[in-house]
């Protein structure tokens, strides 16, 4: 292709497509960046906004009602992982309960 018409795009696109192609080889490791994950989860907020007892979002969402009621009283912190669950639930319920209701 002529170097004179490229876009910038098209030479981002293939520098890209080049890059992935290289780490299919296994000649390159790309980089990655870690997920955000907040320090601090309002679970009780999350629990309202759905309009649930602490015991129906316990059991709707896989957690034990002691965890969600110490959680909500600052007894205790969710760990990381619970972190983005409740962050994915708060975003996206209908889809955990989809995903939770094909384990069943």
Known sequence: MNEDIRTSLGQEL?????????????EKR?????APVPEQVD????????????RAFAEQFGFSVAAVRDWEQGR????RSARVLLL??????AAVQR???KVG
Request: hydrophobic share 40%; charged share 30%.
């Open 14 to 26: 293939e520098e890209a497509l080049g890059e992935v192609l290289a780490h299919a080889k296994g």
């Open 88 to 93: 994915v639930i708060q975003r996206e319920s």
């Open 76 to 79: 205790r912190r969710p760990e």
């Open 30 to 34: 790309l980089a990655s960046r870690p």
């Open 43 to 54: 679970v009780a907020s999350i629990r309202r906004e759905l309009g649930l007892s602490q």
């Open 99 to 101: 995903a939770l209701a």
